[in-house]
């Protein structure tokens, strides 16, 4: 069975400083995929970016960026320059065999609450 | 573009009474899938439904259902609610079930008194 482990209840940040949000996994396939969501206290589940298993190049999307190592099963999140707006939940989350019909979920990790402060 | 949208926001329901939810999914997307989030639990899968057919189902009680319609939009069932089915149900969905462009609306908070 898929295991999203977050170790980070909570955090606080600076504004305009980068911060990393930790993300480890467990997981028998070799073919899954890495997703990382926003959500704020309006409780909608905001897509930020995704890593394939076989992708051999990191992740990026504007601010974020995924540190992926595959060896050691972490996929951790990097908000560069933080801004207020970045403070809410972080889920970490796994969808197992991409390209497999009849298997579409996810399994989410309990998530980080980020604070970010002026 | 219309993102997806789930009716209601907010609904209050007494134990033991039943209760649908409602998922519009974003045009052209024939993938939905619901999930379950609370305190305790986190988020929970709860069911996947591709061009009308469940494809797969999590580890609920059959009290939880759900269905999807020709255009797409699902709804799912919640009948004889207990104090613990008291959550936040999201519902997303993705163009055709493969891809990894999950798309999630804002919710259904449900509340069991």
């Known amino acids: 069975a898929q295991k999203i482990t977050q170790t980070q209840p909570g955090m606080f940040v600076q504004e305009k400083e980068a911060v990393t949000l930790d993300c480890t996994y467990d997981t028998s396939d070799q073919s899954y995929g890495l997703f990382w969501y926003k959500q704020p206290s309006s409780g909608e589940m905001i897509f930020l970016i995704y890593?394939?298993?076989?992708?051999?190049q990191n992740a990026t999307e504007g601010r974020y960026s995924l540190n992926f190592q595959k060896a050691r099963k972490s996929a951790n999140l990097v908000i560069s320059a933080s801004q207020l707006g970045d403070s809410a939940m972080y889920f970490c989350?796994?969808?197992?065999?991409?390209?497999?019909?009849?298997?579409?979920?996810?399994?989410f990790g309990t998530g980080t609450r980020l604070t970010i402060i002026p | 573009k219309a993102g997806v949208t789930q009716t209601p926001r907010y609904l209050i329901k007494t134990r033991g009474q039943q209760v649908t939810l409602s998922c519009s999914p974003i045009?052209?997307?024939?993938?939905v899938s619901w999930y379950q989030q609370t305190p305790g639990q986190g988020l929970q899968f709860l069911f996947e439904y591709f061009s009308e057919t469940q494809r797969n189902k999590g580890n609920f009680p059959g009290r939880f259902s759900g269905r999807q319609f020709s255009n797409s939009r699902s709804e799912m069932n919640v009948s004889t609610l207990e104090l613990g089915d008291s959550a936040l149900y999201l519902c997303?969905?993705?163009?055709?079930?493969?891809?990894?462009?999950?798309?999630f609306g804002s919710g259904t908070r449900l509340t069991v008194v």
């Open positions: 045009s052209g997307h024939r993938s």
């Open positions: 989350a796994m969808r197992d065999r991409p390209t497999n019909f009849g298997n579409e979920k996810l399994t």
């Open positions: 997303a969905s993705s163009p055709q079930g493969l891809g990894y462009g999950y798309t």
């Open positions: 890593q394939g298993s076989y992708d051999e």
